[in-house]
């Protein structure tokens, strides 16, 4: 359906900016909430989408600014087909070589599962082990645990799937709980950094500083404050308007390449989520390392080289994780989406959502000798129980 609609010059200059014209009497459409398209490369004008009152979208082919057509917008109508499901299209491209990964990423998400839930379970069960660094170790645990839930058993069934679809609000709860718990991970890693500085800094004033009330609600901040900042960049992507391309570049539904997918212009959605990955990744690494960096003067006052060695031991780890997560993360999130480059960035996504996971029992509690006394310990009561029984 091809038609003239006339506005008065102010109208036409506004509807660029994506906002709501009402329209003359004798225009063929009541209202329409005009959004800038990506631009088409056509120098007469810009392609825009109109969407009617009643939902349904039609598309303007061209906005004409000339002067012998000034006022006028000369409408194509055509209906487009709104986005239902994104097609996952993950490591698809690899061929034969998707059997070796299933069976390389199930053993690992085993693994993962049984350190973690040996963790937890452990610090639950020892009493010895009942102190704020384990208190937070174990939120960590258990936080990796559904993070790991969240993406890895879909990516293993869509290896071995044909039809790799994920529904549209499948997909955005995927993202908001993916994201939820990641940007959890990274305020529990400020957190768990602050907790070594307040015990090696000041340790007169530790239980004071670090006190059940104060552990209980740094860590209900951190999960609240995680999903809050998930639950808004979820909106800013999925309040885009997405007509066709559905076929998602990655093995999950993750911001940069879902946003690439919409239809309209994203550089406002990009910097607000520029802004929010600065302030969930930027800040709290920051303050780690001015912990560290207090922690490394109180270390190196210490006499004796023994003392100095423990002190820090109980850091090494925490900082390896620390250093694999931010770095990871960061490379992802703090860039635009047009630098995406898909290969190299999901094997970098990989690092951060299977391999830090594995390295958090791995390295940061299981070579730990507490938790391996621990262990030793809830082991032995188990198999006296059996004997006795």
């Known amino acids: 359906m091809t038609s003239t609609v006339f506005l008065p010059e102010a109208s036409l200059t506004a509807l660029d900016g994506g906002v709501v014209c009402p329209l003359p009497e004798q225009a063929p459409y009541s209202s329409l909430r005009v959004l800038p398209l990506r631009r088409s490369g056509d120098e007469t004008g810009v392609d825009l989408i109109v969407s009617l009152a009643d939902g349904q979208l039609l598309t303007i082919k061209t906005l004409f600014a000339s002067d012998d057509t000034r006022g006028a917008i000369r409408v194509l109508a055509e209906n487009l087909t709104m986005v239902t499901e994104f097609l996952l299209l993950g490591f698809s491209s690899l061929g034969d070589i998707q059997l070796v990964l299933f069976a390389v990423f199930l053993f690992l998400y085993l693994v993962i599962l049984s350190g973690n839930v040996t963790i937890v379970s452990v610090i639950r069960l020892d009493k010895s082990l009942h102190t704020p660094m384990y208190f937070f170790l174990g939120i960590l645990s258990t936080s990796e645990t559904c993070y790991t839930f969240v993406i890895l058993p879909k990516m293993l069934i869509n290896l071995f799937s044909v039809a790799r679809t994920i529904s549209f609000n499948c997909c955005a709860i995927q993202m908001f709980f993916f994201l939820g718990f990641a940007i959890t991970n990274c305020l529990l890693l400020g957190v768990m950094g602050y907790d070594r500085y307040a015990a090696i800094c000041h340790p007169l004033h530790y239980p004071i500083l670090m006190s059940w009330q104060v552990c209980g609600k740094l860590g209900a901040l951190c999960g609240i404050g995680g999903f809050l900042a998930s639950l808004t960049l979820v909106y800013l992507v999925f309040s885009l308007p997405f007509c066709s391309a559905n076929k998602v570049n990655h093995y ?8 690439r997918l919409a239809c309209t212009n994203t550089d406002a959605h990009e910097f607000v989520i520029f802004i929010c990955g600065v302030l969930v990744l930027v800040v709290p690494f920051l303050f780690i390392c001015v912990s560290y960096i207090c922690i490394l003067k109180t270390i190196l006052k210490i006499p004796s080289a023994e003392g100095r060695r423990k002190a820090f031991s109980t850091c090494a780890s925490h900082l390896t994780v620390v250093i694999i997560h931010y770095g990871c993360a960061s490379y992802i999130y703090l860039r635009p989406t047009a630098n995406y480059v ?10 951060y959502t299977i391999v830090t996971p594995l390295l958090n029992p791995m390295v940061y509690s299981l070579r730990n000798k507490d938790v391996q006394v621990a262990i030793r310990k809830v082991l032995g009561k188990k198999g006296s129980l059996k004997l006795f029984d």
Not at 252 to 259: A, E, G, L, N, Y
Not at 342 to 351: A, F, Q, Y
């Open 252 to 259: 999950f539904c993750d911001i940069s390449p879902v946003i």
């Open 342 to 351: 898909s290969n190299k960035d999901r094997l970098v996504t990989v690092t």
